[in-house]
């Protein structure tokens, strides 16, 4: 049951799915740049060393003649220069553009993993995360590459909106690669029907097979297993920063991860919390991470939270679902396809504590 603490997320490089470090600059036109005004808007951000490095030039014309496509999909076009500001002024009178110059970005190269050899392209969300990483390829390519990530990233229709769920969904958390090993690890392992936990009359713990409650088969990964450690190291990165920032709750543990897959013939699970019974009353927040192919589609099997709306909750293929433990919740009957999905439950010091008298308690 035990786990290692958190830690701090890696400072190497930033990948797909990893968030973005705070940082402020100036732009060539004398104003403020702050990354805290900027979340809330898709960005594409170019990363250059200086003004001299090769192919700048001409990559901030490809953008710029881009422009209006990339306002479109409402995304910004900055370019982070790491010199002083009077430089980048001279420079945007000289080659001027729809890309917004910044200089002095303090830090920020360094803590982006950037090594300041050539140019590397970020597309961050509006929740300032990494949507792609573009590094060594032709302007017109990196252009092209950066509009259909912007693209891509999920959208809504502004509406209205009356009984929200207190729900985090998190887009790019594993990778389309990734996604496809694990569905991979669950059809070639040893996987077994779900069982629902209860407890007996004389406080045994129990766990039955009930179709009516649940239809699930489970591949549970042994904490010693090198995909198990992977896991928990992107996790930690991308969703315990999350969750503090969000919910403003301190998570620093998981429990094992578990392929599991919701058949295409009914597979469900009905009306529940995940801290009840007892025994996992340590459990904070549940995390459900799609990894079902994006060109495998279901139909059905969708995540609802009952005393709140009847909505679907449905992450693209590595996103996920993070939400209390103690929300009534259910997973709708699938009508077409299998649903694979990642899912483990996050908590804290006080949690291993709690997790570890019950056992006590059980025997």
Do not use: W
């Not at 808007?41 to 490095?53: E, G, K, N, P, S």
């Not at 050539?118 to 302007?139: E, I, K, P, S, Y």
């Not at 998190?170 to 996987?191: F, I, K, W, Y």
């Not at 029907?193 to 045994?204: K, N, V």
């Amino acid at each position: 049951m035990k786990d290692s603490p958190a830690h701090q997320p890696s400072t190497d490089r930033l990948e797909t799915g990893d968030r973005a470090p705070s940082f402020i600059g100036i732009t060539a036109k004398g104003a403020l740049y702050a990354s805290d005004t900027q979340a809330g808007r898709t960005v594409v951000m170019i990363l250059a060393r200086d003004l001299d490095t090769p192919g700048l030039i001409p990559l901030l014309a490809a953008f710029s003649g881009q422009a209006e496509a990339f306002a479109a999909v409402e995304a910004d076009l900055v370019a982070l220069i790491n010199v002083n500001v009077e430089q980048v002024f001279e420079f945007s009178l000289q080659h001027p553009g729809a890309v917004t110059l910044v200089g002095s970005p303090n830090d920020f190269m360094d803590r982006a993993g950037f090594d300041g050899e050539g140019l590397d392209v970020l597309v961050l969300d509006r929740n300032l995360r990494v949507a792609a990483r573009l590094t060594a390829l032709d302007a017109d390519i990196k252009v092209a590459a950066a509009l259909d990530a912007a693209t891509r990233l999920p959208t809504e229709t502004p509406r209205d909106i009356y009984t929200p769920a207190p729900v985090l969904i998190l887009p790019n958390l594993l990778e389309r690669d990734l996604c496809q090993e694990l569905v991979e690890m669950h059809l070639a392992g040893t996987s077994f029907d779900s069982p629902a936990l209860r407890l007996g009359a004389q406080g045994q713990l129990k766990r039955d097979i009930n179709s009516n409650l649940k239809r699930r088969r489970d591949f549970l990964l042994k904490r010693d297993h090198p995909m198990h450690v992977r896991l928990t190291d992107i996790i930690r990165q991308r969703c315990f920063p999350e969750v503090k920032r969000c919910f403003q709750a301190t998570v620093s543990h998981t429990e094992r991860f578990n392929i599991a897959c919701y058949p295409s013939d009914g597979g469900h699970f009905h009306r529940h919390r995940d801290n009840r019974p007892d025994i996992v009353a340590h459990r904070r927040f549940a995390l459900s991470i799609n990894i079902t192919a994006s060109g495998e589609g279901y139909e059905g099997g969708y995540l609802r939270l009952p005393e709140f709306n009847l909505h679907h909750y449905r992450a693209t293929t590595g996103g996920g679902v993070i939400f209390s433990v103690n929300l009534l919740h259910e997973i709708t009957p699938v009508l077409r396809g299998n649903r694979y999905v990642l899912i483990t439950h996050l908590f804290d010091d006080d949690g291993v504590a709690q997790h570890m008298a019950m056992e006590q308690i059980l025997g």
